[in-house]
């Protein structure tokens, strides 16, 4: 079982930057691919980012590639979203995610993670 926290979300102004990070509880999480979804009103939920189990590995959504960045800390439980040159349009709930699968490769669905975060807020003002 794992357990999952977002922190960091809030208001920035168009071209500004926020760091996203993602707790994790449970002894497998360092095992387990990771990745970010946002879900904005009225939209349905949609893919971002993912990292392999050890990091080496990262996949990116057209929308976020060349302005986002993700990370992990196994060694802290932590998943990170760097998110740089914000538009009003990545207003959405950011949500981590796990696959719950160890070793397993990146996924880009969302049908592949089995462990959800509560959100956490992004709002860009244009």
């Known amino acids: 079982q794992v357990q999952l926290v977002e922190s960091g979300g809030g208001l920035v102004q168009a071209g500004g930057s926020l760091r996203l990070s993602c707790a994790a509880s449970?002894?497998?999480?360092?095992?387990?691919?990771m990745g970010w979804f946002r879900q904005a009103p009225g939209k349905e939920r949609e893919f971002v980012a993912a990292?392999?189990?050890?990091?080496?590995?990262?996949y990116y959504a057209d929308s976020a590639k060349g302005r986002f960045t993700i990370s992990r800390d196994n060694a802290k439980n932590l998943v990170y979203l760097q998110m740089n040159s914000l538009e009003p349009e990545d207003t959405a709930g950011y949500y981590c995610?796990?696959?719950?699968?160890?070793?397993?490769?990146?996924?880009?669905?969302?049908?592949?993670?089995?462990?959800w975060g509560q959100g956490t807020q992004v709002t860009v003002s244009s």
């Open positions: 990292i392999s189990w050890n990091g080496a590995d990262t």
């Open positions: 995610a796990a696959t719950g699968r160890a070793f397993m490769r990146i996924r880009a669905t969302a049908d592949g993670y089995t462990y």
């Open positions: 449970g002894r497998t999480f360092s095992t387990y691919p």
